[in-house]
């Protein structure tokens, strides 16, 4: 039973430790950032899908020391990392505001091509 609860932990460990390291690869760019949370969020799904199968089979899931270590440096990359990307997200938003304003004041001072009118004086 003991060998059991610690090849649980040393899974849920690693599972933490394969988002830690998606965390750490991020390039900085808003693409790979929302990969990266899209790769979380499926660990995070097989994690939670890990501790219900053992609460079924084998009842409360043990406290281990090195997992709750282990979650608490997961929530707080994780914390920064969504806080940077609100940064990347707020960038974005004012470039393509930016952008936006650029080209209505530049399609202000084109001038529009006018059609010829032809009106009949004989009316």
């Known amino acids: 039973m003991e060998s059991n609860i610690r090849e649980f932990n040393r899974k849920r460990i690693n599972i933490l430790d394969h988002i830690l390291e998606a ?3 991020w390039d900085k760019t808003y693409e790979m950032g929302i990969d990266i949370i ?16 053992y609460e079924k089979s084998s009842g409360p899931i043990p406290l281990d020391e090195a997992y709750r270590d282990k979650m608490t440096l997961v929530a707080a ?5 969504l806080e940077k990307l609100e940064v ?4 974005l938003l004012e470039l ?11 399609n202000s001072y084109i001038l529009k091509e006018k059609e010829s ?3 009949d004086k004989d009316l």
């Open 23 to 25: 965390i750490r690869k």
């Open 88 to 91: 990347e997200r707020k960038k």
């Open 38 to 53: 899209d790769t979380i969020d499926l660990r995070l799904e097989e994690l939670k899908a890990m501790d219900r199968e």
């Open 96 to 106: 393509i505001q930016e952008t936006k304003l650029k080209d209505k004041v530049k």
């Open 117 to 119: 009118v032809f009106i």
């Open 77 to 81: 990359e994780y914390e920064e990392l």
